[in-house]
């Protein structure tokens, strides 16, 4: 438990030599902050909302959408809800605690596999599923007491927010409606928490990737997301009551890559903690799904660019590639092209 960054890095004064990154994968000491990324009101004409968020998805495979349908309140409240549970003592988190990544719910710290990793990111990690509620919720943690209550009304809103958005790019991409709702049976979340790190030109907060779902959904209220565009890292600025909106790759695939799906990374900063709270929706890995371009996209005139792939077997490659030491060379899409 002594490994939570929250744990030990209150007061201290330098970054430890297993949290200093080689100096390709600092954040380095400037990032323009991009201005351009599309901010979509889904009040508004739902022809023109379509439009928008299809060149958006084009151009960034990444938005931000106000007016979505989950309250001010209910997103004041959650943000309130993961600041104390961050800031509980130690012993009211060992329930829902582990060192070994891949329990139900669980808080864990940097990466993947924190024993084998040569150096660690700065966040501390609480993931657990969704959907269905009642499947997932009784594992999720005592405490604060209102959690289950909080989080649960809370993923049923993000859910609603999450199908509706997904039936406006399906129906800018021309495919049926509800087309999405066979690839995005699971839902998930992973709140993570950045504290304030003494030199964050050394230490990354989370690096380099972009996600193996069909999209991702990010509250937050602290800068600290950056994208890579054009071959260059932006900063994303924070928009009260906003979501971010990140295409995934399985988006990427779905749309024969007429849609982006962004590399991002997490930086941290020295003046106060930063807790993004993440919604991810996929395909359920227990269920034998096949993801390929949809068949109303691959034309003569463009062609099918991947192959059908089986699901499990595409995050067991994008896994084997996170875990990998060293620089990453290619994406999980690779051996999938044709």
Same mark, same amino acid.
């Given at each position: 438990?002594?490994?939570?960054?929250?744990?030990?890095?209150?007061?201290?004064?330098?970054?430890?030599?297993?949290?200093?990154?080689?100096?390709?994968?600092?954040?380095?000491?400037?990032?323009?902050?991009?201005?351009?990324?599309?901010?979509?009101?889904?009040?508004?004409?739902? &022809?023109?909302?379509?439009?928008?968020?299809?060149?958006?998805?084009?151009?960034?495979?990444?938005?931000?959408?106000?007016?979505?349908?989950?309250?001010?309140?209910?997103?004041?409240?959650?943000?309130?809800?993961?600041?104390?549970?961050?800031?509980?003592?130690?012993?009211?988190?060992?329930?829902?605690?582990?060192?070994?990544?891949?329990?139900?719910?669980?808080?864990?710290?940097?990466?993947?596999?924190?024993?084998?990793?040569?150096?660690?990111?700065?966040?501390?990690?609480?993931?657990?599923?969704?959907?269905?509620?009642?499947?997932?919720?009784?594992?999720?943690?005592?405490?604060?007491?209102?959690?289950?209550?909080?989080?649960?009304?809370?993923?049923?809103?993000?859910? $609603?927010?999450?199908?509706?958005?997904?039936?406006?790019?399906?129906?800018?991409?021309?495919?049926?409606?509800?087309?999405?709702?066979?690839?995005?049976?699971?839902?998930?979340?992973?709140?993570?928490?950045?504290?304030?790190?003494?030199?964050?030109?050394?230490?990354?907060?989370?690096?380099?990737?972009?996600?193996?779902?069909?999209? %991702?959904?990010?509250?937050?209220?602290?800068?600290?997301?950056?994208?890579?565009?054009?071959?260059?890292?932006?900063?994303?600025?924070?928009?009260?009551?906003?979501?971010?909106?990140?295409?995934?790759?399985?988006? $990427?695939?779905?749309?024969?890559?007429?849609?982006? &799906?962004?590399?991002?990374?997490?930086?941290?900063?020295?003046?106060?903690?930063? %807790?993004?709270?993440?919604?991810?929706?996929?395909?359920?890995?227990?269920?034998?799904?096949?993801?390929?371009?949809?068949?109303?996209?691959?034309?003569?005139?463009?062609?099918?660019?991947?192959?059908?792939?089986?699901?499990?077997?595409?995050?067991?490659?994008?896994?084997?590639?996170?875990? $990998?030491?060293?620089?990453?060379?290619? %994406?999980?899409?690779?051996?999938?092209?044709?």
């Amino acid at each position: 438990m002594a490994l939570l960054v929250s744990s030990w890095s209150n007061g201290v004064q330098s970054v430890p030599q297993d949290y200093i990154m080689p100096p390709e994968k600092r954040p380095g000491d400037f990032v323009t902050v991009c201005k351009d990324i599309p901010v979509i009101n889904l009040q508004n004409d739902r &022809s023109e909302i379509v439009q928008q968020i299809l060149k958006a998805c084009q151009e960034f495979g990444l938005f931000q959408v106000i007016n979505h349908g989950v309250s001010e309140e209910m997103m004041a409240d959650i943000r309130v809800l993961y600041d104390e549970f961050f800031n509980m003592p130690i012993e009211d988190k060992l329930s829902v605690y582990s060192e070994n990544f891949g329990k139900g719910c669980t808080l864990y710290t940097s990466g993947l596999n924190y024993a084998k990793e040569d150096v660690h990111f700065w966040k501390d990690t609480l993931k657990h599923g969704c959907h269905p509620l009642e499947e997932h919720s009784p594992s999720w943690p005592d405490k604060p007491a209102r959690y289950r209550e909080e989080v649960g009304r809370y993923v049923v809103e993000v859910r $609603k927010m999450g199908f509706k958005i997904l039936d406006m790019i399906g129906e800018g991409l021309g495919l049926t409606e509800g087309y999405f709702a066979g690839v995005s049976q699971e839902q998930s979340m992973a709140i993570n928490h950045y504290p304030p790190c003494p030199d964050p030109s050394l230490a990354m907060g989370i690096g380099g990737h972009t996600d193996p779902n069909l999209i %991702t959904f990010l509250q937050q209220d602290q800068y600290g997301l950056q994208i890579q565009k054009d071959g260059k890292w932006m900063g994303i600025d924070p928009i009260p009551n906003a979501f971010v909106v990140n295409l995934g790759y399985l988006l $990427k695939i779905i749309s024969n890559e007429k849609l982006k &799906s962004v590399e991002h990374r997490g930086v941290t900063n020295s003046i106060a903690s930063r %807790t993004s709270i993440v919604t991810f929706f996929g395909p359920n890995p227990g269920l034998p799904i096949i993801i390929e371009p949809a068949k109303k996209i691959v034309t003569s005139s463009s062609p099918q660019i991947f192959k059908s792939i089986q699901y499990n077997d595409f995050i067991a490659n994008y896994l084997a590639l996170l875990r $990998k030491p060293g620089p990453r060379n290619g %994406t999980p899409l690779d051996p999938y092209r044709l």
